[in-house]
Protein backbone atom coordinates (compact mmCIF):
# COMPACT_ATOMS: atom_id res chain seq x y z
CA UNK A 1 0.00 0.00 0.00
CA UNK A 2 2.71 2.34 1.27
CA UNK A 3 4.99 1.40 -1.98
CA UNK A 4 2.40 1.92 -4.37
CA UNK A 5 1.26 5.11 -2.82
CA UNK A 6 4.82 6.67 -2.83
CA UNK A 7 5.50 5.77 -7.02
CA UNK A 8 3.06 8.60 -7.22
CA UNK A 9 4.92 11.35 -7.56
CA UNK A 10 3.56 14.39 -5.65
CA UNK A 11 3.51 11.68 -2.40
CA UNK A 12 7.04 10.36 -3.71
CA UNK A 13 8.05 14.34 -3.48
CA UNK A 14 6.27 14.11 -0.07
CA UNK A 15 7.72 10.85 1.06
CA UNK A 16 11.61 11.91 0.06
CA UNK A 17 11.39 15.06 2.08
CA UNK A 18 10.13 13.58 4.68
CA UNK A 19 13.77 11.22 4.83
CA UNK A 20 16.00 14.45 3.77
CA UNK A 21 15.19 15.96 6.98
CA UNK A 22 15.03 13.08 9.12
CA UNK A 23 18.36 12.73 7.98
CA UNK A 24 19.43 15.93 8.31
CA UNK A 25 17.93 16.12 11.94
CA UNK A 26 20.14 12.83 12.65
CA UNK A 27 23.15 14.15 11.23
CA UNK A 28 23.21 17.61 13.48
CA UNK A 29 22.25 15.69 16.15
CA UNK A 30 25.39 13.63 15.82
CA UNK A 31 27.11 16.52 15.17
CA UNK A 32 26.48 17.89 18.25
CA UNK A 33 27.08 14.52 20.17
CA UNK A 34 31.24 14.42 18.80
CA UNK A 35 31.91 18.16 19.74
CA UNK A 36 34.68 17.96 21.85
CA UNK A 37 35.66 14.66 20.69
CA UNK A 38 39.29 13.15 21.07
CA UNK A 39 41.52 13.98 18.34
CA UNK A 40 43.69 11.11 17.77
CA UNK A 41 47.00 13.21 16.55
CA UNK A 42 48.26 16.42 18.88
CA UNK A 43 51.09 18.29 17.48
CA UNK A 44 52.06 19.20 21.41
CA UNK A 45 52.79 15.29 21.54
CA UNK A 46 54.14 14.17 18.16
CA UNK A 47 57.46 12.42 17.83
CA UNK A 48 59.74 14.09 14.67
CA UNK A 49 59.52 10.85 13.47
CA UNK A 50 55.02 11.12 13.70
CA UNK A 51 55.32 14.65 12.01
CA UNK A 52 57.21 13.33 9.26
CA UNK A 53 55.42 10.80 8.47
CA UNK A 54 51.70 12.72 8.49
CA UNK A 55 53.43 14.89 6.08
CA UNK A 56 54.09 11.85 3.87
CA UNK A 57 50.28 11.07 3.83
CA UNK A 58 48.39 14.44 4.02
CA UNK A 59 48.81 17.29 1.51
CA UNK A 60 49.21 19.44 4.34
CA UNK A 61 49.65 18.94 7.87
CA UNK A 62 48.75 21.67 9.00
CA UNK A 63 44.72 20.65 8.06
CA UNK A 64 44.88 17.60 9.60
CA UNK A 65 45.87 17.64 13.14
CA UNK A 66 44.96 18.89 16.75
CA UNK A 67 47.33 21.89 18.54
CA UNK A 68 46.11 22.57 21.03
CA UNK A 69 48.73 24.91 22.28
CA UNK A 70 47.02 27.70 20.45
CA UNK A 71 44.12 27.13 23.32
CA UNK A 72 47.37 27.01 26.60
CA UNK A 73 48.60 30.36 24.89
CA UNK A 74 45.23 31.73 24.62
CA UNK A 75 44.89 31.24 28.42
CA UNK A 76 47.75 32.81 29.13
CA UNK A 77 47.10 35.73 26.96
CA UNK A 78 43.80 36.40 28.56
CA UNK A 79 45.59 36.27 31.64
CA UNK A 80 48.05 39.15 31.01
CA UNK A 81 45.26 41.16 29.47
CA UNK A 82 42.98 40.74 32.42
CA UNK A 83 45.90 41.67 34.43
CA UNK A 84 45.94 45.17 33.13
CA UNK A 85 43.63 47.64 34.21
CA UNK A 86 44.97 50.62 32.26
CA UNK A 87 44.43 51.81 28.75
CA UNK A 88 46.55 49.30 26.79
CA UNK A 89 47.31 48.70 23.43
CA UNK A 90 46.34 44.71 22.10
CA UNK A 91 47.90 43.27 19.13
CA UNK A 92 45.82 40.57 17.22
CA UNK A 93 46.23 39.17 14.36
CA UNK A 94 48.43 35.56 13.08
CA UNK A 95 51.60 34.17 13.61
CA UNK A 96 53.46 37.21 11.84
CA UNK A 97 52.42 39.02 14.90
CA UNK A 98 52.93 35.90 17.19
CA UNK A 99 56.72 36.19 16.68
CA UNK A 100 56.85 39.01 14.95
CA UNK A 101 56.46 41.76 17.33
CA UNK A 102 58.37 42.59 20.09
CA UNK A 103 55.86 44.47 22.78
CA UNK A 104 58.65 45.53 25.10
CA UNK A 105 60.20 47.91 22.66
CA UNK A 106 56.27 48.58 21.51
CA UNK A 107 55.58 49.70 25.68
CA UNK A 108 58.99 51.55 25.65
CA UNK A 109 58.09 53.73 23.10
CA UNK A 110 54.83 54.38 23.58
CA UNK A 111 54.44 54.54 26.98
CA UNK A 112 51.26 52.01 27.01
CA UNK A 113 50.82 48.82 28.57
CA UNK A 114 51.12 45.44 25.68
CA UNK A 115 49.21 42.94 25.52
CA UNK A 116 49.73 40.35 22.42
CA UNK A 117 46.64 37.77 21.56
CA UNK A 118 47.84 36.99 17.62
CA UNK A 119 48.25 32.93 17.46
CA UNK A 120 48.02 30.80 14.68
CA UNK A 121 47.03 32.18 10.67
CA UNK A 122 44.25 29.34 10.06
CA UNK A 123 41.87 31.04 12.88
CA UNK A 124 39.43 33.54 11.56
CA UNK A 125 38.74 37.62 11.84
CA UNK A 126 35.32 36.42 13.23
CA UNK A 127 37.53 34.41 15.95
CA UNK A 128 39.70 37.27 16.48
CA UNK A 129 36.58 39.32 16.88
CA UNK A 130 35.23 36.54 19.49
CA UNK A 131 38.83 37.48 21.18
CA UNK A 132 38.58 40.65 21.64
CA UNK A 133 35.25 41.35 23.16
CA UNK A 134 36.91 39.08 26.29
CA UNK A 135 40.23 41.57 26.83
CA UNK A 136 39.22 44.96 25.26
CA UNK A 137 38.19 47.96 27.56
CA UNK A 138 37.76 51.91 27.09
CA UNK A 139 40.17 53.59 25.18
CA UNK A 140 42.02 50.49 24.40
CA UNK A 141 44.33 50.60 20.61
CA UNK A 142 43.52 47.73 18.74
CA UNK A 143 46.71 46.97 16.21
CA UNK A 144 46.07 43.94 13.69
CA UNK A 145 48.71 43.11 11.33
CA UNK A 146 47.00 40.47 8.90
CA UNK A 147 48.88 38.74 6.17
CA UNK A 148 48.38 39.82 2.47
CA UNK A 149 46.31 36.44 1.13
CA UNK A 150 43.80 36.84 4.51
CA UNK A 151 42.09 39.52 2.25
CA UNK A 152 40.52 37.76 -0.81
CA UNK A 153 39.36 34.69 1.66
CA UNK A 154 35.45 34.02 0.82
CA UNK A 155 35.10 31.74 4.23
CA UNK A 156 37.40 31.02 7.19
CA UNK A 157 36.48 27.42 7.28
CA UNK A 158 39.32 24.79 6.76
CA UNK A 159 39.94 21.71 7.93
CA UNK A 160 42.00 23.28 10.47
CA UNK A 161 39.86 25.63 12.09
CA UNK A 162 37.28 22.96 12.15
CA UNK A 163 39.38 19.77 13.90
CA UNK A 164 40.42 22.89 16.28
CA UNK A 165 37.57 24.50 17.14
CA UNK A 166 35.12 21.72 17.73
CA UNK A 167 38.15 20.51 20.23
CA UNK A 168 39.09 22.84 22.52
CA UNK A 169 36.50 25.80 21.98
CA UNK A 170 32.65 25.00 21.90
CA UNK A 171 32.27 27.95 23.80
CA UNK A 172 33.20 29.75 20.09
CA UNK A 173 30.92 27.39 17.83
CA UNK A 174 27.87 27.79 20.61
CA UNK A 175 28.68 31.99 20.32
CA UNK A 176 27.66 31.68 16.48
CA UNK A 177 24.95 32.62 14.76
CA UNK A 178 22.39 30.37 13.65
CA UNK A 179 23.39 30.39 9.91
CA UNK A 180 27.02 30.79 11.07
CA UNK A 181 26.60 27.38 12.52
CA UNK A 182 25.12 25.71 9.64
CA UNK A 183 27.75 26.76 7.01
CA UNK A 184 30.44 25.35 9.98
CA UNK A 185 28.78 22.39 9.90
CA UNK A 186 28.32 22.36 6.02
CA UNK A 187 32.19 22.50 5.39
CA UNK A 188 32.82 20.01 8.14
CA UNK A 189 34.58 16.92 6.43
CA UNK A 190 32.16 13.69 6.54
CA UNK A 191 34.94 12.08 7.68
CA UNK A 192 36.24 14.16 10.92
CA UNK A 193 31.87 13.29 12.45
CA UNK A 194 32.53 10.33 11.84
CA UNK A 195 36.00 9.74 13.78
CA UNK A 196 34.47 12.20 16.10
CA UNK A 197 31.62 9.76 16.79
CA UNK A 198 34.21 7.20 16.68
CA UNK A 199 36.92 8.63 19.18
CA UNK A 200 34.18 8.90 21.55
CA UNK A 201 33.04 5.79 21.64
CA UNK A 202 36.68 4.53 21.96
CA UNK A 203 38.32 6.82 24.32
CA UNK A 204 38.50 7.74 28.05
CA UNK A 205 38.22 11.64 27.33
CA UNK A 206 38.28 14.52 25.08
CA UNK A 207 41.38 17.15 25.02
CA UNK A 208 41.25 18.73 28.56
CA UNK A 209 43.26 21.45 29.68
CA UNK A 210 43.90 22.16 32.80
CA UNK A 211 43.74 26.60 32.78
CA UNK A 212 45.13 26.38 36.48
CA UNK A 213 48.17 24.30 35.84
CA UNK A 214 48.69 26.32 32.81
CA UNK A 215 48.57 29.78 34.69
CA UNK A 216 50.57 28.48 37.62
CA UNK A 217 53.59 27.03 34.87
CA UNK A 218 53.55 30.69 33.19
CA UNK A 219 53.56 32.44 36.51
CA UNK A 220 56.96 30.19 37.13
CA UNK A 221 58.55 31.25 34.32
CA UNK A 222 57.40 34.87 34.46
CA UNK A 223 58.90 35.32 37.95
CA UNK A 224 62.23 33.32 37.07
CA UNK A 225 62.20 35.90 33.88
CA UNK A 226 63.14 32.35 31.65
CA UNK A 227 61.58 33.41 28.48
CA UNK A 228 63.15 31.54 26.14
CA UNK A 229 62.09 29.70 22.59
CA UNK A 230 60.80 25.99 23.72
CA UNK A 231 59.09 25.34 20.77
CA UNK A 232 55.34 25.93 19.43
CA UNK A 233 54.01 26.28 23.30
CA UNK A 234 52.90 28.41 25.71
CA UNK A 235 55.91 27.98 27.34
CA UNK A 236 57.26 30.26 24.97
CA UNK A 237 55.61 32.99 25.75
CA UNK A 238 56.91 36.38 27.56
CA UNK A 239 55.32 38.27 29.74
CA UNK A 240 53.30 40.10 26.87
CA UNK A 241 52.57 37.13 25.30
CA UNK A 242 54.37 37.10 22.39
CA UNK A 243 56.20 34.24 21.43
CA UNK A 244 59.74 34.46 21.98
CA UNK A 245 61.60 32.87 18.96
CA UNK A 246 65.56 32.80 18.34
CA UNK A 247 68.06 35.56 16.90
CA UNK A 248 68.59 33.82 13.76
CA UNK A 249 67.70 31.80 11.36
CA UNK A 250 67.03 28.30 10.66
CA UNK A 251 69.28 26.71 8.45
CA UNK A 252 66.69 24.10 6.98
CA UNK A 253 64.37 26.87 6.61
CA UNK A 254 66.81 28.78 4.29
CA UNK A 255 68.31 26.33 2.79
CA UNK A 256 64.04 25.82 1.64
CA UNK A 257 64.40 29.74 0.29
CA UNK A 258 67.43 29.16 -1.59
CA UNK A 259 65.98 25.86 -3.23
CA UNK A 260 62.75 27.86 -4.09
CA UNK A 261 60.29 25.55 -1.76
CA UNK A 262 58.51 28.75 -1.49
CA UNK A 263 58.56 30.83 -4.08
CA UNK A 264 54.47 30.68 -4.14
CA UNK A 265 54.11 31.49 -0.94
CA UNK A 266 56.40 34.33 -1.26
CA UNK A 267 54.74 36.61 -3.36
CA UNK A 268 52.20 36.75 -0.51
CA UNK A 269 49.10 38.36 -2.30
CA UNK A 270 46.30 36.89 -4.18
CA UNK A 271 47.16 36.74 -7.89
CA UNK A 272 43.73 38.32 -8.29
CA UNK A 273 44.04 41.46 -5.45
CA UNK A 274 40.78 42.65 -4.21
CA UNK A 275 39.14 42.54 -0.74
CA UNK A 276 36.45 39.68 -0.53
CA UNK A 277 32.84 40.65 0.89
CA UNK A 278 33.31 38.58 3.97
CA UNK A 279 36.53 40.02 4.89
CA UNK A 280 35.17 43.53 4.77
CA UNK A 281 32.31 42.34 6.69
CA UNK A 282 34.12 40.66 9.44
CA UNK A 283 36.58 44.20 9.35
CA UNK A 284 33.58 46.08 10.02
CA UNK A 285 32.22 44.35 12.65
CA UNK A 286 35.82 44.82 14.25
CA UNK A 287 35.69 48.61 13.76
CA UNK A 288 32.13 48.88 15.31
CA UNK A 289 33.20 46.63 18.37
CA UNK A 290 36.27 48.68 18.73
CA UNK A 291 33.59 52.25 18.41
CA UNK A 292 31.66 50.83 21.13
CA UNK A 293 34.56 51.34 23.63
CA UNK A 294 35.24 54.38 22.47
CA UNK A 295 39.10 52.89 21.40
CA UNK A 296 40.95 52.50 18.57
CA UNK A 297 41.69 50.25 15.31
CA UNK A 298 44.98 50.34 13.58
CA UNK A 299 44.83 47.87 10.82
CA UNK A 300 48.68 47.76 9.33
CA UNK A 301 50.84 45.58 7.39
CA UNK A 302 52.82 42.40 8.29
CA UNK A 303 56.27 41.62 8.41
CA UNK A 304 57.51 40.15 4.79
CA UNK A 305 60.65 39.22 3.70
CA UNK A 306 62.44 41.07 0.04
CA UNK A 307 62.89 38.53 -2.61
CA UNK A 308 62.61 38.91 -6.36
CA UNK A 309 59.00 37.91 -5.59
CA UNK A 310 58.39 40.68 -3.23
CA UNK A 311 60.69 43.33 -2.92
CA UNK A 312 59.01 47.08 -2.04
CA UNK A 313 62.42 48.42 -3.15
CA UNK A 314 60.21 47.34 -7.01
CA UNK A 315 57.69 49.90 -8.53
CA UNK A 316 55.76 46.50 -9.36
CA UNK A 317 55.86 45.55 -5.59
CA UNK A 318 54.46 48.92 -5.15
CA UNK A 319 51.87 49.03 -7.46
CA UNK A 320 50.16 45.59 -5.99
CA UNK A 321 50.18 47.62 -2.69
CA UNK A 322 48.69 50.24 -4.04
CA UNK A 323 45.97 47.90 -5.52
CA UNK A 324 45.20 46.39 -2.34
CA UNK A 325 45.06 50.00 -0.44
CA UNK A 326 42.47 51.30 -2.74
CA UNK A 327 40.55 48.13 -2.87
CA UNK A 328 40.54 48.65 0.87
CA UNK A 329 39.34 52.52 0.63
CA UNK A 330 36.63 51.39 -1.66
CA UNK A 331 34.78 49.44 1.29
CA UNK A 332 35.83 52.27 3.77
CA UNK A 333 38.53 50.53 5.64
CA UNK A 334 41.59 52.67 6.27
CA UNK A 335 45.29 51.11 6.52
CA UNK A 336 48.14 52.32 8.66
CA UNK A 337 51.92 53.05 8.42
CA UNK A 338 54.13 52.22 5.46
CA UNK A 339 54.73 48.84 4.67
CA UNK A 340 58.25 48.93 3.43
CA UNK A 341 58.94 49.31 7.02
CA UNK A 342 58.49 45.54 7.78
CA UNK A 343 59.55 44.51 4.34
CA UNK A 344 63.16 42.53 5.84
CA UNK A 345 65.71 40.86 4.72
CA UNK A 346 65.74 36.72 4.91
CA UNK A 347 68.16 36.75 7.42
CA UNK A 348 65.92 38.44 9.85
CA UNK A 349 63.13 35.57 9.69
CA UNK A 350 63.30 32.32 11.91
CA UNK A 351 61.33 29.09 10.45
CA UNK A 352 58.58 30.37 7.47
CA UNK A 353 58.62 33.12 5.67
CA UNK A 354 55.49 34.65 8.12
CA UNK A 355 57.86 34.58 11.49
CA UNK A 356 60.76 36.95 11.89
CA UNK A 357 63.00 36.21 13.88
CA UNK A 358 63.90 38.08 17.54
CA UNK A 359 66.08 40.68 15.74
CA UNK A 360 63.16 41.14 13.00
CA UNK A 361 60.30 41.61 15.38
CA UNK A 362 62.74 44.37 16.96
CA UNK A 363 63.03 45.97 13.84
CA UNK A 364 59.21 45.56 12.70
CA UNK A 365 58.16 46.85 16.58
CA UNK A 366 60.31 49.49 16.42
CA UNK A 367 58.61 50.98 13.20
CA UNK A 368 55.22 50.15 14.49
CA UNK A 369 55.46 52.20 17.80
CA UNK A 370 56.78 54.88 15.59
CA UNK A 371 53.81 54.47 13.15
CA UNK A 372 51.42 54.40 16.45
CA UNK A 373 52.68 57.95 18.16
CA UNK A 374 52.22 59.06 14.46
CA UNK A 375 49.27 58.23 13.72
CA UNK A 376 47.39 60.96 12.29
CA UNK A 377 49.91 60.95 9.59
CA UNK A 378 50.10 57.18 9.25
CA UNK A 379 46.82 56.48 6.90
CA UNK A 380 47.97 54.53 3.78
CA UNK A 381 49.39 55.68 1.01
CA UNK A 382 49.26 59.66 2.62
CA UNK A 383 52.48 61.22 3.04
CA UNK A 384 54.32 58.03 2.72
CA UNK A 385 57.92 58.18 1.58
CA UNK A 386 59.49 54.88 -0.01
CA UNK A 387 62.82 55.80 -0.03
CA UNK A 388 62.95 57.14 3.41
CA UNK A 389 61.52 53.64 4.69
CA UNK A 390 64.19 51.10 2.86
CA UNK A 391 67.07 53.18 4.18
CA UNK A 392 65.57 53.46 7.36
CA UNK A 393 65.29 49.27 7.18
CA UNK A 394 68.57 48.91 5.73
CA UNK A 395 70.45 51.26 8.57
CA UNK A 396 68.52 49.21 11.12
CA UNK A 397 69.42 45.69 9.76
CA UNK A 398 73.15 47.11 8.96
CA UNK A 399 73.39 47.70 12.86
CA UNK A 400 71.54 45.19 14.28
CA UNK A 401 73.74 42.61 11.97
CA UNK A 402 76.82 43.80 13.34
CA UNK A 403 75.75 43.67 16.66
CA UNK A 404 75.09 39.81 15.81
CA UNK A 405 78.78 38.58 14.74
Not at 158 to 163: F, Q, R, T
Not at 372 to 384: A, K, L, R, S, T
Request: proline share 3%; charged share 25%; with cysteine.
Amino acid sequence: MLFNLIRKPKYFLIFTGIINILLAVSYVFIYFYQIDAPVTSDRAKLSREEINLIRENYKSLNFKYLESWVNDALIVKKYIADSISDKKIIIIGDSNALLGIDSSVIEQKTGLKVVNLATQGNLSIDYFSYLLKKVITKGDIVVMPIVLDYYCLNHPYSDWLIVNILAWDKEYFHSMSLSDKAKFIWYTPFEKVLEGVYSIATSEKAYDVNEKEVIANFKHISRKQDFKWRGYSYLSLNEYGDMKGIPAIKKRFLNQVIYGEFNDDLKYMCDEIFVSDYIAEQLHEIMDLVNEFNAELYLTWPVTMRSNFFDLRKVSTREKIKKLAEALKEKNIPIYCNPAMFNLDIMFFFDSIYHPNTDGAKIRSFNLAECINNIDNEEFPQNQSYTYAIQKVLNQEYILSNKRY
